[in-house]
């Protein structure tokens, strides 16, 4: 076996993938706090939580819209489950939020993959990084994915400046987020 780093989306993937990674390496004699374990968030910070919420639900609607238009689930193969189960979820979100069924509130606080979307205020966002951590053993970098839909070049910058400043700073001063072996970045 090939040993390598993961990139996964904490969107589509339960901890039990990470975890069994994580046995698939320690069973081939490697330790797996040697390889890096990448999880790619939505995130997005304002001063308030109602802010944050206006600012990205636009945007991010229109990349599941985007994304649910360019990779059609009748494309893959019956056996394949990745893009067909991570289409029909993205697809529900669409439905549900067009026929007000559902609010992006909803989809980033209730939804049963909530702990994908770090958006809110700082202290909001704090939390949820610190639950996504919790949640995959051995996560050592989270991605940001901060500019969907066209979303304004000053509110990407102002979102970034929040995350570095009043979620990723405050965390590592405090202890909670090692400078080490997991950052965000």
Same mark, same amino acid.
């Given at each position: 076996?090939?040993?390598?780093?993961?990139?996964?989306?904490?969107?589509?993937?339960?901890?039990?993938?990470?975890?069994?990674?994580?046995?698939?390496?320690?069973?081939?004699?490697?330790?797996?706090?040697?390889?890096?374990?990448?999880?790619?968030?939505?995130?997005?910070?304002?001063?308030?939580?109602?802010?944050?919420?206006?600012? =990205? !639900?636009?945007?991010?609607?229109?990349?599941?819209?985007?994304?649910?238009? /360019?990779?059609?689930?009748? #494309? &893959?193969? @019956?056996?394949?489950?990745?893009?067909?189960?991570?289409?029909?979820?993205?697809?529900?979100?669409?439905?549900?939020?067009?026929?007000?069924?559902?609010? =992006? !509130?909803?989809?980033?606080?209730?939804?049963?993959?909530?702990?994908?979307? /770090?958006?809110?205020?700082? #202290? &909001?966002? @704090?939390?949820?990084?610190?639950?996504?951590?919790?949640?995959?053993?051995?996560?050592?970098?989270?991605?940001?994915?901060?500019?969907?839909?066209?979303?304004?070049?000053?509110?990407?910058?102002?979102?970034?400046?929040?995350?570095?400043?009043?979620?990723?700073?405050?965390?590592?001063?405090?202890?909670?987020?090692?400078?080490?072996?997991?950052?965000?970045?």
């Amino acid at each position: 076996m090939q040993a390598l780093n993961l990139l996964f989306t904490p969107l589509s993937t339960p901890s039990e993938v990470i975890t069994e990674y994580r046995e698939i390496l320690r069973g081939d004699g490697h330790d797996p706090d040697d390889f890096r374990i990448g999880g790619l968030a939505f995130v997005y910070v304002g001063e308030t939580r109602e802010q944050a919420l206006e600012d =990205f !639900a636009e945007p991010c609607m229109w990349y599941f819209r985007t994304f649910c238009d /360019l990779i059609p689930a009748k #494309e &893959y193969p @019956q056996h394949e489950g990745y893009y067909r189960n991570l289409h029909a979820t993205l697809t529900g979100f669409v439905e549900a939020y067009d026929a007000g069924a559902m609010s =992006f !509130a909803d989809i980033v606080e209730k939804s049963p993959f909530k702990h994908a979307f /770090l958006v809110g205020d700082p #202290e &909001y966002v @704090q939390e949820k990084l610190l639950t996504l951590l919790g949640m995959y053993e051995g996560l050592s970098d989270v991605l940001c994915w901060t500019r969907l839909g066209g979303l304004d070049h000053k509110k990407v910058m102002s979102s970034m400046d929040l995350l570095i400043n009043r979620v990723v700073a405050p965390l590592r001063e405090s202890g909670a987020l090692p400078g080490g072996k997991q950052k965000a970045s």
